[in-house]
DNA sequence: TACTTTTATGCGGAAATTTGCGGGTTTGCC
DNA sequence: GGCAAACCCGCAAATTTCCGCATAAAAGTA
């Protein structure tokens, strides 16, 4: 058989099936594993198909975000990094959504071992590129707007669970007022999340600090560390410090 | 013989089994493996065949040249069309995972007004952007390689379902063996669904007709429909129709 | 017919391609 | 953290291709 009816032959299977074994071709092909393993480079590098551990996946079946434009992206980068400083093998995380957590997720170092849990649509989508975390999506009835999941069910299943950390993507934050955020449904969800982890993390850019939302989501006693993009000790951040909240 | 007829062979070769191999011409034409060489190099020039090493191609057989990351775009837009017929304002609607759900979630009509349960993160990705479903992601631990919610913590959900429709984005169906999967994680999830739902659609293109995965979901007595690109009268549907099931 | 020119074919050997195998390493999974 | 599977690398064998050249056949010419 011809190389390259062999590679028809995979791609049509791809087509068909969406993803291809290495061993299962080998075996219908009639060839060697390392014949296999070489169209499956080749085709590949022409970017017929997803190469992965064990096979190959169909290059229309990686659904991608569209990289909608993220703005403050170096900021955000940078507030990720000192969330990620936190994470240790086996803790248990909890994700709230947002673009900034969303930053956090795609830097995440791929040896780290962290089971997640999150009510973010996007954010489950991005970890499931990572390839030791496991991720574990609390669901129910979605919110549009923040594609996240919202209800009483996600706050029940929330209650069962006790996780070391919980990062929020915070919408506000301020002195007097605390954590707020301008979407109704989530709160109830938020607190559920706060309420369910040891220590409690917001993540904020700067330009959210001493702002303040329609509804209030908890006081700044619930949050254990606020990361931002400023230095440690950056003057608008003194007051915060001064509540008893660590700066990341 | 001369070299006219030669070619002339060849290229009827080619019509008939869309592949020569140099060594059988060779033999077949009695002459050396320089001149069958030749021959086939005159050919590829003139445009009238594909030489690859260690023989050539028809032209006609596509061996690779389009990836066509929407080669069955065509095809999977038909069923989803045939599926959304189905639906009706008010209905309750479980939806499993991959690209023939996807391409039917994203062909649904703006003013259908129905409540999704899905438990597919690109799938409930997608229903974000419609403005009028309800979303439901059923949610617990993720599997990588679907991306959908599996575990029992799904199936425990889905028990206290009754939806009206249930569409399956079927790996494989066949009339001995039903429906079948390649992923064992997801099979106690589409039992769920299926036993969670008054009717079941599965969703086929008609390359999966009478394929046989390695993990059992169903017999066909549990589905009432497939939709497939086919026509209703498509003769390999026949044996399908003729176990009662309905014919999209 | 004899000679030249052009074209086609076959041959030998060198170069390139493909393929399978053995090793050592990495990866995924329990 | 271990174990089996999957991967990567280099090599060797078999096959195919390429290149130059000689020969033979065909075509043209006097």
New interface residues.
């Given amino acids: 058989m011809?190389?390259?009816?062999r590679?028809?032959y995979i791609?049509k299977q791809l087509?068909?099936?969406?993803?291809v074994l290495t061993t299962d071709l080998c075996s219908s092909l009639a060839v060697s594993e390392d014949t296999v393993r070489r169209d499956l480079q080749d085709?590949a590098e022409?970017?017929?198909?997803h190469k992965v551990h064990g096979g190959a996946l169909?290059?229309?079946?990686q659904?991608s975000?569209q990289p909608a434009p993220v703005y403050h992206q170096l900021e955000k980068q940078n507030i990720a990094q000192k969330g990620i400083n936190l994470m240790r093998d086996g803790m248990l995380v909890l994700l709230s959504g947002g673009t900034t957590i969303l930053q956090m997720v795609k830097a995440l170092p791929p040896d780290l071992q962290v089971t997640f849990m999150t009510i973010s649509?996007?954010v489950?989508?991005e970890?499931?590129n990572h390839p030791r975390a496991?991720?574990?999506?609390?669901?129910?009835?979605?919110n549009?707007n923040t594609?996240t999941?919202v209800g009483s069910e996600v706050v029940a299943r929330l209650e069962g669970v006790r996780a070391d950390l919980c990062f929020l993507g915070t919408n506000s934050i301020d002195v007097e007022a605390g954590v707020t955020d301008s979407e109704w449904e989530i709160i109830d969800v938020k607190r559920a999340m706060i309420a369910a982890s040891d220590r409690v993390v917001s993540l904020a850019i700067s330009e959210k600090l001493n702002t303040v939302q329609k509804f209030k989501v908890c006081g700044l006693d619930e949050i254990d560390y606020i990361a931002t993009e400023l230095p440690y000790d950056a003057g608008i951040l003194e007051c915060f410090a001064q509540t008893g909240i660590g700066i990341l």
């Fill in positions: 011809l190389k390259q009816e590679q028809a791609l087509d068909v099936h969406n993803k085709l022409a970017g017929k198909l169909s290059t229309s079946f659904y975000l649509i996007p489950a989508l970890l499931m496991e991720v574990i999506f609390i669901g129910n009835r979605l549009k594609k999941a």
